[in-house]
């Protein structure tokens, strides 16, 4: 009985082929100097690539991906939350108060800050 997974699976192939062959029998060719040269939003780019970014940005990478993830957590806590009981509304509370903790942990330590401190006069 696996005929219909396989019936779809070629169908799905069949596709992908047709779309890629009229692409290629359709489509423009372009054989100009810039054709190949990368842009962005249509600007053509400047300079390398290779950057050195401040700590400081990947600081902010790290915390966005750390409390966006989080913040998907607790939504689908607070979306269960009637089924999950009294247990599940401890749980939650003990999750967001590990990351108040935390929080408040990398703000004593000055993970927070983005200039450098100045010394005391």
Same mark, same amino acid.
């Given at each position: 009985m696996l005929w219909p997974l396989a019936a779809?699976? %070629?169908?799905v192939i069949g596709l992908v082929v047709a779309l890629l062959g009229l692409s290629a029998l359709l489509g423009q060719r372009h054989h100009e100097r810039a054709t190949g040269r990368p842009y962005?939003? %249509?600007i053509a780019s400047t300079g390398s690539a290779r950057l050195r970014f401040g700590v400081s940005f990947y600081l902010v990478a790290v915390f966005f991906v750390i409390f966006d993830l989080e913040a998907a957590f607790i939504f689908s806590w607070a979306v269960a939350l009637r089924d999950i009981g009294w247990v599940g509304y401890v749980e939650g509370v003990v999750f967001i108060g590990v990351l108040g903790a935390s929080l408040a942990y990398l703000w004593?330590?000055?993970?927070?800050?983005?200039a450098p401190r100045r010394p005391a006069p």
């Amino acid at each position: 009985m696996l005929w219909p997974l396989a019936a779809y699976f %070629g169908l799905v192939i069949g596709l992908v082929v047709a779309l890629l062959g009229l692409s290629a029998l359709l489509g423009q060719r372009h054989h100009e100097r810039a054709t190949g040269r990368p842009y962005e939003s %249509g600007i053509a780019s400047t300079g390398s690539a290779r950057l050195r970014f401040g700590v400081s940005f990947y600081l902010v990478a790290v915390f966005f991906v750390i409390f966006d993830l989080e913040a998907a957590f607790i939504f689908s806590w607070a979306v269960a939350l009637r089924d999950i009981g009294w247990v599940g509304y401890v749980e939650g509370v003990v999750f967001i108060g590990v990351l108040g903790a935390s929080l408040a942990y990398l703000w004593r330590i000055g993970g927070l800050e983005f200039a450098p401190r100045r010394p005391a006069p």
